[in-house]
């Protein structure tokens, strides 16, 4: 009798992985688009040969005593970190005095920074406690979404808040006429739509890549670098990808705002001599962002594949310690934060006495 070839898995076939059970379709995450949960489901489907369903963190150390310090230590970090950021956005939000583009920017730099550590930080700082870190797959193509579309609308944002410094120090009677509500409001959104297209780029061709074998990922989070090298077919052309999005928009970006600094401070160097100190203080809290901020970025991504080990404790100072240190640079050392504040804090005082 003949009898049709069996097209099934082979266990002597050394090409062969089983695959996931027949009609067995993963839940879509929330924040990844649709036609990216497409391409997802039907690499968790077979369609590639993928049977990676989670991915392992290796996280910073194996030290039991080392984990309960980082655990304290990070805990401190993240907390005041969201604290900070969260009472900058509700005071700009609240007070009508701060309703000027400088301080919506800065709002939106807080809102931002809340994100930037809430996506990875929380399971990090949970996963000191747990012998086996893992993240499922679409987990991690979650993280490593969200991860690249904040970072890249923050990128963007800081060189409109360059912008907005530029203007009001170089052009102060031009300033309210250039940097209008409708002005802001517009370069947000050019901000945010970067952000996304940059995010978009890259994961349409990671999640079409086969999974098959290895799941261990030297890291805290999803890395989009190390990630990539987990897959079972020769990445080099992707990983060059990655290096020209990632890395030219982290280096593109931190060369524009190095020159637009050195830029404002030339022009008040030739306008007064004494109008250059207030310059420096004003624009020495944005270096110093931009510095912390794109130091690793440009590490991890513009340099030449493959990883380092030292990546994953440089990414500590973008999910961790820049946006702990925003609050304090950028708005609380402002005279005029510092007051709405305060009060923020009477108004609050006011109305507790009222039920006593």
Known sequence: ????????????????????????????????????????????????????????LVGLTSSLEMQLVLFLVFSVFYITGILGNLLIVLTVISDSHLHSPMY??????????????????????????????????????????????????????????????????????????????????????????IGIIHSLIQLVFVVNLPFCGPNEVDSFYCDLPRFIRLACTDTYRLELMVTANSGFISLGTFSILVISYIFILVIVWQRSSGGLSKALSTLSAHITVVVLFFGPCI????????????DKFLAIFDVIITPFLN??????????????????????????????
């Open 299 to 310: 590490f991890v991504y513009s340099w030449p594949f493959p990883t380092v080990p030292v």
């Open 104 to 193: 919506l920017l800065l709002a939106n730099l807080s809102f931002i920074d809340i994100w930037v550590s809430s996506i990875a930080a929380p399971k990090m700082i949970s996963d000191f406690f747990k012998e086996r870190k893992v993240i499922s797959f679409q987990g991690c193509i979650a993280q490593m979404f969200f991860i690249h579309v904040i970072g890249g609308t923050e990128m963007v944002l800081l060189i409109f808040m360059a912008l907005d410094r530029y203007v009001a120090i170089c052009r102060p009677l031009h300033y309210l006429a250039i940097m209008n509500f409708r002005t802001c409001i517009s370069l947000l959104v050019v901000a945010w739509a």
């Open 1 to 56: 009798m003949h009898r049709e070839p069996d097209v099934g898995f082979d266990p002597g076939s050394p090409g062969s992985r089983p695959g996931p059970k027949a009609g067995a379709k993963p839940l879509r995450h929330p924040g990844i688009p649709m036609p990216i949960w497409s391409k997802v489901t039907a690499t968790m489907g077979g369609g590639n040969n993928s049977v990676v369903s989670e991915i392992v």
């Open 327 to 356: 609050p304090a640079i950028y708005t609380f050392r402002n005279k005029e934060m510092k007051v709405a504040m305060r009060r923020i804090f009477s108004q609050v005082l006011s109305f507790q006495k009222l039920f006593k």
